[in-house]
Nanobody, 120 residues
Framework: QVQLVESGGGLVQPGGSLSLSCAAS????????MGWYRQAPGKQRELVAT???????NYADSVKGRFTISRDNAKNTVYLQMNSLKPEDTAVYYC??????????????WGQGTQVTVSS
């Protein structure tokens, strides 16, 4: 079994910064892509950012220039640095990882979600 544990959510004022972390542990053969989704109240879940094992990144247009995704492969951890936060960034943020648990077996795993609230 693989677990993804998120941390770093909270309340921040507009223009502020927040950093999220997500660590994968358990029966891991290797970790492929990792990333972050978010879901605001009453809205669909959307992809925020992804990062491949080699470091290639992609971002949603709404967060380009403000958010930075990174990873530490030795720790099986993905990070999301969020700067210049806006009220519309308020959402529950979920991390995910594409994990090979054996040579032939691959599964996607999700973190528990962490609330990010941007408000005055």
């Amino acid at each position: 079994q693989v677990q993804l544990v998120e941390s770093g959510g909270g309340l921040v004022q507009p223009g502020g910064s927040l950093s999220l972390s997500c660590a994968a542990s358990g029966s891991i053969f290797s970790v492929n892509d990792m990333g972050w989704y978010r879901q605001a109240p009453g809205k669909q879940r959307e992809l925020v950012a992804t990062i491949a094992s080699g470091g290639t990144t992609n971002y949603a247009d709404s967060v380009k220039g403000r958010f930075t995704i990174s990873r530490d492969n030795a720790k099986n951890t993905v990070y999301l640095q969020m700067n210049s936060l806006k009220p519309e960034d308020t959402a529950v943020y979920y991390c995910y990882a594409e994990v090979k648990i054996t040579f032939l077996r691959r599964n996607n795993y999700w973190g528990q979600g962490t609330q990010v609230t941007v408000s005055s």
